[in-house]
């Protein structure tokens, strides 16, 4: 069955620091898709990157990278210059196999930026 | 940039009631997603449609849950008899093709159903 973990309930960072959210993975499937949100306390939930299994190099967005590493079923959230608007709930998810190819969700990271 | 618009963004209704929360997916998106998130808790997989039908569905969308896109634009969910366990933020989604092919997923900002 396919897994997402996170396993820092919460995490402090200095503004302009930057900070690295973990996520692994477990899932048989060859073809799969990970992805990376936001959801600030006034909770919508706000799509910030993408990395596919077949993607050779690891996805990046601005101040956002994930550092793929697929032998360790990794995928963890780098956030470069930390700004106190980062300050947020952060989920990592994955697609399941099946035709729509639903998101299964971690439990997510509170990361809270300090001045 | 184009956007999934959620109404109501709340929604207070009595135990037992019925409720219809309201989507307006991306216009040219093909896929559409509800899930459910309890306070507190992760995101939950409910529902997704595709081609006018339901393509996938979890265990937690049983017979008092219902999805339909009445019109080209309208995407809901409606919960029959509702109940205090229902009280959750409901989100929409929705995709311009299946996430495996590299597409995200978009999410609106979420009706906060209250149930009383």
């Known amino acids: 069955a396919q897994k997402i973990t996170q396993t820092q309930p919460g995490m402090f960072v200095q503004e302009k620091e930057a900070v690295t959210l973990d996520c692994t993975y477990d899932?048989?499937?060859?073809?799969?898709?990970l992805f990376w949100y936001k959801q600030p306390s006034s909770g919508e939930m706000i799509f910030l990157i993408y990395?596919?299994?077949?993607?050779?190099q690891n996805a990046t967005e601005g101040r956002y990278s994930l550092n793929f590493q697929k032998a360790r079923k990794s995928a963890n959230l780098v956030i470069s210059a930390s700004q106190l608007g980062d300050s947020a709930m952060y989920f990592c998810?994955?697609?399941?196999?099946?035709?729509?190819?639903?998101?299964?969700f971690g439990s997510g990271t509170q990361l809270t930026v300090l001045p | 940039e184009p956007e999934v618009t959620q109404t109501p963004s709340h929604q207070v209704t009595q135990m037992g009631q019925e409720v219809i929360l309201r989507c307006v997916p991306i216009s040219n998106h093909l896929y559409f997603y509800w899930y459910r998130q309890i306070l507190g808790q992760k995101v939950e997989f409910l529902v997704s449609f595709y081609n006018n039908e339901i393509s996938e569905k979890s265990e937690i969308f049983d017979d008092q849950f219902s999805v339909e896109r009445p019109d080209g634009s309208n995407f809901t969910l409606k919960i029959r008899s509702t109940k205090l366990e229902d009280s959750a933020m409901y989100f929409c989604?929705?995709?311009?093709?299946?996430?495996?092919?590299?597409?995200?997923?978009?999410f609106g900002d979420g009706t906060r159903l209250s149930i009383l």
């Open positions: 989604a929705s995709s311009e093709a299946a996430p495996g092919g590299g597409q995200p997923q978009h």
């Open positions: 990395q596919g299994s077949y993607d050779q």
């Open positions: 899932t048989s499937d060859p073809s799969y898709g």
């Open positions: 998810a994955m697609d399941l196999p099946g035709s729509a190819r639903q998101l299964t």
